[in-house]
C-alpha cells in the first residue's frame, strides 16, 4: 500500500487525517488573529474559506499522484545528520541529488518557501482569489513540517510495531485536548529567510521523533490492553485509541503537541506577514469584500463530497484486505 493511501486511511480510523481536518482548520483560524490591523480585516472577512480550504492539500492527495511528497521529509533516507547537512535551497538539492529522489523522499520544507513566493507573487499582482487560496493551502505545509512524524519513514510507526501512531499523534490528541491549550502566540514577526525557517521547524520536529515513538511504546508494553475503545459518531460505530489511553500518552508528552500546535500557528501567521511586506504591504481594504463565486463554492463542495467517497471507498477495501 502506498504511503499516501495509508495515511488517510490511518486517519479515517478516528474521523480525520494529516494534522486531522479539525488541527488544520484551528491552526488556519488562530492565525488570522495574529495578523497586523492591516491584514487582519481581510483575512478575518474570509476566515471561513481560510479554514475549509486549509484541508484542500490533504483532498488533492487521490488526484494528484505528486501532491503526496510536499507534506513530508525522510530525512534518514539522506544519512546520518541529515537534517543539518542537506541543501537548504531547492536548485541546490536538485543538483546534488536530482528532482524525481527528492521527490520521492518528501519535499516538505522547499513546499514552503515555493508557497512562500506563490502568496507574494499573489499580494503584488493584488488578486485576492490566489492570496487566499494560497494563504490557506501554505498554512498546511507549515502545520504539516511541524510534526515529527513527517520527518521520517517511519510516519506511522510502522517500522517499530507501532501502527496507528501517526492518527493518534496528530488527530486524536488534538481534538481531546485542544480546550486545554494556551493560542496566545503573539503577533506575527517579519521572517528575514522563510526557507531557513522552514528548515528550523524541520529539525525541532525531527528531533521530538524519538519522544513520539518511545514513550508510546513504553506505555503499551505497560497498559497495551487499554489502547482501544469504542465510540459513536453520529450513526457509526468507530474503533479508536481510548480516551483513557491517550491521556496517558498526551501527559508523556510533557506538552509536546501543543507546542508543535502554537508553533505551526504563529509560523503561519508569520509567513504570510512577511509575503505582505515583501510585496510591499498593498492595501487589502479594497479587496476586503472579495466573496468566492458560487461556481467556487459548488467546486468546493463537490471535490469534499468526492474525497469523501475516495476515502471511505480506501477504507472499505482496506478492511476486506485485513
Given at each position: 500500500?502506498?504511503?499516501v ?50 484541508v ?16 513530508y ?25 536530482g ?48 510534526v ?44 528575514e ?70 508553533k ?59
Amino acid at each position: 500500500m502506498s504511503r499516501v493511501l495509508k495515511i488517510v486511511l490511518v486517519g479515517v480510523i478516528v474521523l480525520n487525517c494529516s494534522w486531522g481536518f479539525f488541527a488544520h482548520q484551528k491552526i488556519n483560524r488562530l492565525a488570522v488573529f495574529t495578523l497586523p490591523p492591516e491584514m487582519i480585516g481581510f483575512y478575518k472577512k474570509n476566515i471561513q474559506y481560510l479554514t475549509e480550504a486549509s484541508v484542500n492539500p490533504d483532498r488533492r492527495r487521490y488526484a494528484v499522484p505528486e501532491e503526496a511528497a510536499k507534506h513530508y521529509i525522510d530525512l534518514e533516507d539522506y544519512g546520518d545528520s541529515s537534517v543539518y547537512k542537506l541543501p537548504r535551497y531547492w536548485n541546490d538539492a536538485v543538483e546534488k541529488y536530482g528532482e524525481d529522489s527528492l521527490n520521492a523522499r518528501g519535499s516538505v520544507p522547499w513546499q514552503i518557501n515555493f508557497m512562500y513566493y506563490q502568496l507574494k507573487e499573489g499580494f503584488l499582482l493584488k488578486d485576492p482569489q490566489r492570496i487566499l487560496k494560497t494563504s490557506a493551502e501554505l498554512g498546511h505545509y507549515v502545520a504539516d513540517a511541524n510534526v515529527p512524524l513527517h520527518t521520517t519513514r517511519n510516519y506511522d510507526g510502522q517500522l517499530t510495531g507501532q501502527n496507528g501512531i501517526h492518527a493518534l499523534w496528530e488527530s486524536r490528541l488534538p481534538e481531546l485536548f485542544f480546550e486545554d491549550y494556551d493560542f496566545f502566540v503573539g503577533k506575527a514577526q517579519y521572517i528575514e529567510n522563510v526557507q531557513m525557517v522552514a528548515w528550523k521547524a524541520i529539525e525541532l520536529a525531527n528531533r521530538a521523533l524519538d519522544s513520539v515513538l518511545l514513550n508510546e511504546k513504553q506505555l503499551f508494553q505497560k497498559s497495551g490492553d487499554k489502547k482501544f475503545s469504542f465510540e459513536t459518531k453520529g450513526k457509526q460505530t468507530v474503533k479508536t485509541v481510548s480516551a483513557l489511553y491517550a491521556k496517558e500518552y498526551h501527559d508523556l508528552l510533557s506538552g509536546m503537541v501543543e507546542r508543535q500546535f502554537r508553533k505551526s500557528v504563529k509560523m503561519v501567521g508569520d509567513i504570510w506577514y512577511t509575503a505582505w511586506v515583501d510585496a510591499g504591504q498593498p492595501d487589502l481594504k479594497i479587496m476586503i469584500d472579495y466573496q468566492p463565486t458560487e461556481k467556487e463554492l459548488k467546486d468546493r463542495q463537490a471535490e469534499l463530497k468526492l474525497w469523501k467517497e475516495r476515502v471511505l471507498k480506501a477504507r472499505d477495501h482496506e478492511a476486506a484486505d485485513n
